[in-house]
């Protein structure tokens, strides 16, 4: 991944990422909380060889096995021997071996000292039991280990407290500032190990980054979300002003550089509106598309070749009882059926009934004739038609006009799902000339550009016009409009 993934993941997952934080905070301080605290306290031992009579080599010598011998004595202190009589001297409800555990007894290397440290729960206590500790130690030694073989003289090695423990203040764990800390680092490393597996997971398509991982097709243009759109869809024609009708025109305007470029200027650039998988918006998308590019003066056709599920004229408001199949099966004229939508150049060509062979028609010479004859008529002809995955009616299609345009919705639409597409349509023979992304959100990383463009002249309902005047239909005179051409 690149830095800017690694970025857009902190700006996508922030509140997961700071959610797990102060988790790790919570913790950490409830385990401060709830955890026992525990004192330490330390005393400290001299060894050293008793010099009565004893000449100053004698004395070296021992001073040099004391040392030597200091470690032993260290490593006794934590054994039976010694931890006994403090048991029985403080009646402490331990046995040798948990009390072992509470005491550290250590020898720094060249030095005649033993370091004791016993830690426990209660601070006087644990005071009382590293001096008894020290004392036993030194009875053990003194009496045991090292006693004179010559009866009444005193041992030749003697162990001395320079350094008695005294009961501590403040405990030594826990710790609650580190905990805390130890908390807040690991909960930042757990939300963002969360983040980035949830990113590598997600096989959906969010951004323009993620369309380009599948096709080198442009990104004709990016719809925002509605969470309305389902009760308005010509948002064009019912809030032209909006965020989102710009939106329709910024892919207005990329459709037209488009059509610039084909060869072919003397006929219509007709396009098929498409997209991987079902409710993705592309009916709503070749609906809007259509009454934007009328908005320009130009002719405009609006077929609706979704044969299967059509949605064009429940949309648009018209009769779609008698439309596309009834042209394709020879049953009526063009010129019966086409029908005009408001007060621009659009027309309409509902689906009509929904046929047994829906491919078969599309792929039949009567579609061919019928794009033949729009060509010569308009401007520009948007086709909708079922997505590819799901049907080869989109591939059929294609093949017959300047291009596909493919839409793909924003954390909807798989990686997976719109590469199967686009291959399916290069298997097919059809041209893929751009993606159209809808439902892109209007805050967060993956947001569009005109997410601030509604505070810029807002547009009031009683600016529009009565909607009458935008449904009425009337049926095209195609043979005398063609005779006029």
Known sequence: MELRDY???????????TACTLCGVIVGAGVSIFTTPKFEASTQLYVSVRGEGQGIVDLAQGSTVAR???ATYAAIATTESVLEPVIDKLNLDLDSRTLALQVQASAPASQSLINLKVTG???EQT???ANAVGESLKDVVEKDLEASTVEGDPSLVSLNTVQPAFASNSPISPRIPLNIALGALLGLALGIGIAVLRFVLDTR???????EQVTDAPMLGGITYDSDATKRPLIVHTDPRSP???SFRTLRTNLQFLAVSDSDQKRAHTFVISSAGAGEGKSTTSANLALALSETGSRVLLIDADLRMPAIAKYMGIEGGVGLTDILIGKVEVADVLQRWGRDELYVLPSGKIPPNPSELLGSRAMDELLEVAGEYFDYVIIDSPPILLVTDAAV???RTNGVLLVAASASTRKQSLSGAVNSLQAAGGSLRGV?????PTKGPDSYAYGAYGAYGAYTGDQLPDREQFTAVEPLNFRARRAER
């Open 68 to 70: 030597q011998s200091v």
């Open 7 to 17: 970025l857009r993941i902190l700006h996508k997952y922030w509140i997961l990422i």
């Open 244 to 246: 989102r009708a710009e």
């Open 397 to 399: 299609v294609g093949k």
């Open 127 to 129: 005071a009382d039991i």
């Open 436 to 440: 159209v992304m809808t439902m892109l």
């Open 121 to 123: 729960t209660d601070a």
């Open 205 to 211: 398509i969010h951004s323009l980054h993620d369309v």
